[in-house]
């Protein structure tokens, strides 16, 4: 049967991944993104390649009134949304109190409260019909402190709880919210953050890797899955939780200054 998925942050990055896996598997999209022209090509590459339907809409995840909006337009427009993959997202490199503010005001208002709203307008709608599955895009930053991305790695942190927390109120019924949490991920996100000139950007994995792990454990209806990981990055993932708060906020510090 044919799925139609709504994918923030689809112009590019993991985002383009993610549309371009869904519409390889003869699934329609509802393509969201602030860059219109980005969007009129991934548009153009999917419906020729794949002949599939791609919906685009231009909205800014900054404006509060997102959500609500791209809801509404898809419901005046009687398409039905069967995948929620919240992929948007943005950091930023600098100690907290020397950041420019507002642009971390609108990095917690894309990367939590815009996620947070719009898997709240479409959930009534999947479980009331027992069927959808959510991906949220977390990091792999979540499950650590992170000086010198404190915002970021916190709105990450977020998004690992959020999902853990959805995901069991949803047993028992057929709707799914799983949780991808990529380390470095090579796409044009590491450059605009600055992220790309940290110790901790090292060795960056394939947006399409990361996708195509993410987009199969939210199919299999996973909870969470770590995506994007050589073997060593892994291990110190699972050392972490056994090093003493200040032990792991120092090693994580000399890992996110900028060089």
């Known amino acids: 049967m044919k799925t139609t998925a709504l994918i923030t942050g689809a112009a590019s990055g993991i985002g383009k991944e993610f549309s371009r896996i869904h519409a390889a598997k003869g699934g329609d999209i509802v393509a969201v993104d602030m860059n219109a022209e980005g969007l009129k090509s991934l548009k153009s590459e999917l419906e020729n390649q794949f002949g599939t339907t791609v919906y685009t809409i231009v909205k800014n995840l900054t404006e509060l009134s997102a959500p609500q909006e791209i809801y509404d337009e898809l419901k005046n ?9 919240n992929n948007a997202g943005f950091g930023g490199v600098g100690a907290f109190h020397e950041r420019n503010w507002n642009t971390d005001l609108a990095m917690i208002q894309v990367n939590v409260l815009a996620l947070t709203a719009l898997t ?57 919210s799983t949780a991808v949490l990529p380390g470095a991920t090579k796409t044009a996100f590491g450059d605009h953050s600055g992220m790309n000139k940290t110790a901790i950007y090292k060795k960056p994995a394939s947006a399409a890797d990361v996708a195509l792990e993410g987009y199969n454990a939210m199919e299999k209806g996973e909870v969470e899955v770590i995506a994007g990981l050589g073997f060593n990055q892994r291990l110190e ?6 090093l003493s708060a200040k032990s792991l906020i120092n090693r994580i510090k000399k890992q996110s200054a900028v060089n």
């Open 237 to 242: 993932l699972r050392l972490a939780p056994f």
């Open 120 to 176: 709240r307008q479409f959930l009534p709608d999947f479980i009331a019909r027992d069927s959808g599955k959510i991906l949220n895009v977390s990091s792999t930053v979540s499950l650590i402190p992170g000086p010198f991305q404190a915002v970021y790695f916190a709105t990450k942190a977020f998004v690992t709880s959020f999902n853990r927390s959805i995901y069991g109120e949803l047993s028992g019924t057929n709707v799914s």
């Open 77 to 85: 427009s009687n398409i039905k949304i069967d995948y929620l993959i």
